[in-house]
């Protein structure tokens, strides 16, 4: 029996099915509900929550919400969300966050608390009681990062926090050593200005297209992420996380600082390196073997205790 022609069933025996609390939920006749149709919903429930999935999640996805495990929560980890989910298996449910904006739509939020505490709203929609696993990519970091502490202040339990090549927003730029006046006030001051210049009239730019009602065209979605993420770090202060953290750091990141600027906000970091570049931190086998590897180990820690 295929998807279609099940759901088809369900409709003509008037049975309504929901999802809510990390659980497929139905009703109808008492005497439509039998132990075959029970066992068909069992089989189905992956696909079934993949159809049914509440418009209102909107970039919350279940990329597998098969297993009894507790979920993982992946931040704007893109391809990553796949890569995580294929690794522990079906017996592991994994929702990823992607990227606000896909559709070329404005990105409203004012600061990085109000968009974890939207994207909190998801999850609960999602797991409401707990405990939470979360993992984060980039800004993906600070969203999941701030989502813990909002947890936890809550009284909620956060079992496990992932940062995957994420910078604090104090994290020390490369400190230019050896530079003569000239090259100082070039690296230090007219770099920034004509930057940051830059910056405001790209966005400037591309809020004509939201004024007039029209999409951001593709080829600007990835700049134009960059700057709102960029805003949004920057005036971000931290708050304190009361427990452990499993940072990734790429060897050629913007930081100078070992733990990227982390260290005052976090009980421990367990810090992991890899070679190479922040966007090709998932771009070969040997990487992701390496991700692979301490995600299992610290998950299995943490979800032994």
């Given at each position: ?31 439509n ?39 993982l ?10 890569i995580?989910s ?80 994420t ?10 050593s050896n530079?003569g ?6 690296y ?42 960029l ?5 971000y ?26 260290e ?6 367990d810090?992991?390196e ?31 205790k």
């Open positions: 029996m295929t998807l279609a022609n099940f759901i088809e069933e369900l409709n003509k025996k008037q049975i309504n099915i929901t999802f809510a609390g990390g659980k497929l939920k139905y009703s109808g006749p008492e005497e509900i039998t132990p075959e149709l029970i066992e068909n919903l069992k089989g189905f429930k992956g696909r079934l929550i993949k159809h049914f999935w509440p418009k209102e999640l909107g970039n919350l996805m279940p990329i597998n919400p098969e297993g009894s495990k507790t979920p929560f992946i931040v704007h980890g893109d391809n990553s969300n796949y995580i294929e690794y522990f298996g079906p017996d592991q449910p994994v929702y990823g966050f992607f990227h606000p904006g896909s559709e070329g739509e404005r990105i409203s939020f004012k600061n990085a608390k109000s968009m974890a505490a939207n994207y909190l709203e998801k999850v609960q929609t999602v797991w409401p009681s707990g405990p939470y696993n979360l993992i984060g990519y980039s800004f993906g970091g600070i969203l999941a990062f701030e989502m813990a502490v909002q947890l936890q202040k809550a009284g909620y339990i956060v079992q496990s926090l992932v940062l995957i090549d910078l604090s927003p104090d994290a020390a730029k490369p400190v230019y530079l006046v000239f090259q100082s006030i070039r230090k001051i007219l770099r920034p200005i004509r930057r940051g210049l830059k910056r405001k009239i790209i966005l400037l730019l591309d809020n004509l297209y939201f004024i007039v009602g029209h999409p951001l065209p593709a080829d600007k979605r990835g700049y134009y992420l960059h700057i709102r993420y805003t949004l770090t920057k005036s202060s931290p708050s304190r996380f009361m427990g452990r953290i499993l940072l990734f750091a790429t060897t050629s990141n913007a930081s100078s600082r070992r733990y990227l600027g982390w005052p906000y976090a009980d421990k970091i810090l992991v890899i070679d190479g570049k922040h966007l090709d931190i998932f771009g070969t086998k040997e990487k992701a073997l390496i991700l692979q590897k301490e995600l299992e180990r610290y998950l299995n820690a943490d979800m032994r």
